[in-house]
């Protein structure tokens, strides 16, 4: 058995251990666990992913809580692992939870935590981040001016597409999805900070139709397919499920626009990611914008080669407030499992648990299986 051999103990006299496969930032999540009388167990290894072995030899004998990553494998072998050593609780430190087993976590009565709405709008930032590099190519045009091939302006230099006026299609209208649609709107309310936001499409609608322009307009499509026929971005936000497996296919992609902008900021197996790089090949107006990948962290043949993919190593989530954030919510969802706390009431509403200027609310902030543990609600 590959046994973790880099440990980094806190308070080592603490009560419940409390075990986190892997350094995460900021401090606030470990003071705490340490203020509740938990041993802090952070694993510091060097190996990017650690595998069911690995942490099966952290669990060891006595562990009232994990906190783990989502590069890891949480199923039957670790929850059995992790019941017999005591432990009541996991939680990913992420939103998605795609990696874990949650029958298998009910199995065994330990409740499963995740992150969700600390993420939204940092996700969505990159989201759009994405979309606009896309259409103005600007990795593309990085590379040139750093190979030195920039010997002057010319009309038909690195020329993309213009954003404004094209329809922006929504996959996964979740808290990211809906923030990402909402972004686009005040990208465009800005030049107008005077617009009330009562009602922030239809105001701004009033306002482009009384300076005789084309209102900003929104519709529910009826299929996925309207979607994908019509939009010119597509920024996809779905969970990743069984329905949402290869959504993005062979066929899908013919469906787009040739010179639609594709963004995937969910996870890498919403697109079948050989179909993509065929469509790459043989659409060199078609673009996408990846954050993640179906073999991650490895991308499929050829992808690499592609001028018209931009593709970044899975830092939707990565600004420092938001990472700090996910720590401490994913630390108090182990927490408020091992002393028994109440589940936060609102999982998209956790500001109170990351205010570091207040104690946080004796609550566990998100638990996705508390109804089949029968877990009790916050009345906070
Ligand atoms: N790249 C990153 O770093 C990063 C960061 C945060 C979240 N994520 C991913 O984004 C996902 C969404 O996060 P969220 O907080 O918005 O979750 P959410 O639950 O609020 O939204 C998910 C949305 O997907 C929709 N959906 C489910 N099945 C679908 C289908 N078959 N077709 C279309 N839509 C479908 C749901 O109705 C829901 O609106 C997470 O599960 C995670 O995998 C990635
Ligand atoms: O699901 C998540 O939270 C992300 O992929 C990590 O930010």
Not at 298 to 315: F, R
Request: hydrophobic share 40%.
């Amino acid at each position: 058995m590959a046994k973790p051999v880099s440990i980094e103990v806190w308070n080592p006299n603490g009560k419940y251990r409390v075990v986190s496969t892997k350094p995460m930032p900021g401090t606030r999540w470990i003071n705490l666990l340490i203020e509740q009388d938990c041993r802090v167990e952070i694993c510091t290894q060097k190996k990017t992913i650690l595998s069911v072995e690995d942490i099966i030899a952290l669990i060891g004998d006595k562990c009232d809580g994990v906190i783990g990553q989502l590069t890891e494998d949480w199923g039957e072998t670790l929850f059995a692992a992790l019941s017999r050593a005591g432990g009541k609780a996991f939680s990913n430190m992420a939103v998605g939870y795609n990696n874990v087993d949650v029958n298998a976590a009910n199995k065994y009565g330990i409740a499963v935590g995740n992150t969700p709405g600390v993420l939204t709008e940092t996700t969505a930032e990159l989201a759009a981040s994405l979309s606009l590099a896309a259409a103005r190519r600007i990795v593309e045009a990085d590379e040139f001016m750093r190979a030195g091939l920039y010997d002057g302006w010319l009309p038909n230099l690195f020329v993309g597409n213009l954003l404004k006026g094209q329809t922006v299609g929504v996959i996964g209208a979740g808290r990211i999805g809906s923030a990402y649609a909402r972004m686009m709107q005040v990208i465009l309310l800005s030049k107008s900070p005077d617009v009330v936001f009562s009602s922030i499409l239809g105001t701004y609608g009033q306002f482009l139709k009384a300076n005789g322009e084309q209102p900003v307009t929104w519709k529910r499509a009826s299929s996925m397919d309207e979607v994908l026929r019509e939009a010119d971005v597509i920024s996809l936000h779905p969970v990743l499920d069984k329905t949402t497996y290869h959504l993005i296919n062979k066929e899908r992609l013919a469906t787009m626009k040739k010179e639609a902008i594709l963004v995937n900021c969910s996870r890498g197996p919403v697109i079948d990611e050989v179909a993509l790089v065929e469509h790459l090949k043989q659409n060199p107006m078609f673009r996408v914008g990846l954050d993640v990948f179906e073999d991650e962290p490895y991308m499929k043949p050829g992808l690499s080669e592609m001028k018209n993919a931009i593709v970044v190593p899975h830092i939707a989530s990565a600004s420092k407030w938001t990472r700090e954030g996910m720590a401490t919510l994913a630390a108090l969802n182990v927490l408020g499992k091992i002393k028994g706390y109440p589940i936060w009431g609102n999982p998209n509403q956790v500001e109170p648990f990351l205010n570091e200027n207040a104690q946080p609310p004796a609550a566990s902030p998100s638990i996705v299986n508390s109804k089949a543990l029968g877990l009790p609600v916050s009345r906070l």
